[in-house]
């Protein structure tokens, strides 16, 4: 337990589909951060957050569209996504000043 | 361009022996170099980290070698236990303003054989 929650940890959705991710920090921490994990690629950041306000998009397609309500919830919104969005999504914290963030467990995503 | 890499996919080691895991970089603005250890089914965990103002860092038996010139860090295992197999990811990150920005390797697949 990193005190970083996903959920859900499996999805499968169409292409049609629009879905919501969703991740919790309980650290206090107040940068938040959504990354992509590819088969045999390394870990891609995606959006930054910070203190709620966007900082970074990584050049990612809006039909990716994160939403920071507070420091402590971040969603990533999906629609009409395409199969090659397959991947392991991962959500991250982080406190300013300290370096390395803390990886949620992450939600496994399959688009057929 | 892949700024962190690591380039062996895979490696396997007898239980017991030092397993070692080595990354390079090519971004000179990178300060801080952390090690990330990830299960199946489960996001990377920190493992350990070194500043680009030191060249060793030690934590039981974890050490990460720091050579800034050749822009090559490596993480030494010893003695490896089974309970080391995971993949093991080599991160990098410039000097902090507020939020961070990792730049991952590739990872390297571990196992320990008994």
């Known amino acids: 337990e990193t005190g970083v929650t996903q959920t859900p940890r499996h999805l499968v959705m169409g292409m049609t589909n629009k879905k919501s991710l969703k991740c919790e920090q309980h650290l206090g921490h107040n940068a938040m951060y959504w990354y992509k994990q590819s088969a045999k690629k390394p870990l891609e950041l995606m959006f930054v957050?910070?203190?709620?306000?966007?900082?970074e998009n990584n050049s990612v397609p809006s039909r990716f569209s994160p939403e920071c309500p507070n420091s402590s919830h971040l969603f990533l919104h999906l629609h009409t996504l395409q199969p090659e969005d397959s991947a392991l999504y991962l959500c991250?914290?982080?406190?300013?000043?300290?370096?390395?963030?803390?990886f949620g467990q992450g939600t496994r995503l399959t688009v057929v | 361009d892949q700024q962190v890499k690591q380039n062996s996919p895979s490696l396997s080691v007898q239980e017991g022996r030092i397993s070692i895991l080595n990354c390079d970089y090519t971004n000179s603005m990178f300060d801080y170099f952390l090690w990330y250890k990830k299960y199946p089914a489960e996001g990377p965990t920190f493992l350990i980290s070194i500043s680009s103002i030191k060249d060793k860092n030690e934590d039981g038996r974890f050490t990460v070698f720091l050579n800034k010139s050749a822009k090559h860090l490596s993480l030494h295992i010893v003695p490896s236990q089974p309970g080391d197999s995971a993949v093991y990811f080599c991160?990098?990150?410039?000097?902090?303003?507020?939020?961070?920005?990792?730049?991952f390797g590739q990872g390297t697949r571990l196992t320990i054989n008994p």
């Open positions: 991160a990098a990150s410039p000097i902090i303003q507020g939020a961070q920005k990792l730049v």
């Open positions: 957050y910070n203190f709620k306000e966007q900082t």
């Open positions: 991250a914290s982080s406190q300013h000043g300290s370096h390395g963030a803390f």
